[in-house]
């Protein structure tokens, strides 16, 4: 890496899963990393801490993404602790599973509020901040291409966030700006583990020909390469990361 300042990259729902697993590769790499979190601050602390024990640099920072007013804060006070942002990551959101005839209007709009929403606010701001050479990387679902009953509601907002994805990327045309997704498979998350038998999680893992779940890991190691000037030619590209389970 050059020297000089640190590059600067926030990370939306950074407390656990893949969001903290980011969070943490994207130190090692380098980064000053803005550590994102709606609700659990102890939860986006102890990544903070796992980053300084590491000699990196990280703050912890409040924001709903689903306001439009606290992501412009997130920005903010990245830019105010940390710098300026050059590397944005949207992570969070929120998946409940109910089929299309069961999903109550409620549970629709908070997904809807996070997962496209959030994400469309984040990309306004970055669009409007980060300088040229900067990168913005997107989450999305294999279960755009899987497309597995229940899923409709959660789909329906990541299948928008790919879509944003490669109209910004050419809107960002002439500003030296790349905006990607990546679209994780079955991963090894508390999140995703929590209420699975060990049968269900068996079936799940056997979708990929390797067999097995991803790890956080298996993501960060993805959006690190996308960071890093390796990506530097990736532009509107959703990339899926699963084993080849779709």
Do not use: C
Request: charged share 20%.
């Amino acid at each position: 890496m050059t020297h000089g300042p640190a590059p600067v990259a926030i990370v939306t729902g950074a407390s656990r899963g893949i969001g903290a697993e980011v969070a943490k590769r994207l130190a090692r790499d380098g980064f000053s990393v803005a550590v994102n979190y709606a609700a659990n601050a102890d939860a986006a602390q102890a990544v903070v801490a796992h980053i300084l024990a590491a000699n990196g640099r990280a703050a912890a920072i409040k924001a709903d993404v689903s306001r439009s007013a606290e992501v412009a804060s997130l920005f903010d006070q990245t830019e105010a602790r940390l710098g300026q942002p050059t590397l944005v990551v949207n992570n969070a959101g929120i998946m409940k599973l109910a089929p299309i005839a069961e999903m109550d209007d409620a549970t629709f709009d908070a997904m809807l509020a996070v997962n496209l929403k959030g994400v469309f606010y984040m990309l306004r701001e970055a669009a409007r901040r980060l300088p040229r050479g900067g990168k913005i990387i997107n989450t999305s679902t294999t279960q755009t291409r899987l497309a597995s009953p229940s899923y409709g509601a959660y789909v329906a907002s990541k299948a928008g966030v790919e879509m944003l994805t490669l109209i910004l990327a050419r809107e960002l045309r002439g500003r030296g700006v790349t905006v990607n997704a990546v679209a994780p498979g079955p991963t090894a998350t508390e999140l995703f583990l929590d209420g699975k038998s060990p049968e269900i999680v068996d079936r799940i893992a056997g979708l990929s020909p390797l067999e097995r779940l991803g790890t956080p890991e298996d993501i960060a190691g993805v959006v690190s390469m996308i960071a890093g000037h390796d990506g530097d030619w990736i532009n509107g590209q959703t990339i899926f990361v699963n084993g080849g389970a779709a």
